[in-house]
């Protein structure tokens, strides 16, 4: 069982920066990672996802702003030009099904709150 502890959320002014951090209980090769966000009263939905050789897939929505990376034992997520509709929780997950440019979620952390005003 992989266990997921995020950090790193905040408050942050619209315009802001921001990295927000994943570290994971088990090194594995075997698995993908990836963020998800949820705002309150929406669904959650996909961020960005890296694989087990760093290859990299970042939504749409997000893509000139946001970049993922992994080293080690630690996932990372660097946000920038934040505007309010960024404000969400922030999940990080992992999985063992990398499938185009996306990870599927078998584990999940608690998340960390972002927020921009």
């Known amino acids: 069982h992989v266990q997921l502890v995020e950090s790193g959320g905040g408050s942050v002014k619209a315009g802001g920066s921001l990295r927000i951090s994943c570290a994971y209980s088990?090194?594995?090769?075997?698995?993908?990672l990836a963020w998800f966000r949820q705002a309150e009263g929406k669904e959650r939905e996909w961020v960005a996802a890296v694989d087990i050789d760093s290859n990299t897939g970042v939504a749409d929505s997000v893509k000139d702003r946001f970049a993922v990376s992994r080293h080690g034992n630690d996932l990372y997520l660097q946000m920038t030009s934040l505007q309010p509709d960024d404000t969400a929780m922030y999940y990080c997950?992992?999985?063992?099904?990398?499938?185009?440019?996306?990870?599927?979620?078998?584990?999940w952390g608690q998340g960390t709150q972002v927020t921009v005003s």
């Open positions: 088990e090194y594995s090769s075997s698995y993908c």
């Open positions: 997950a992992a999985g063992r099904k990398w499938e185009g440019s996306h990870c599927v979620p078998d584990n």
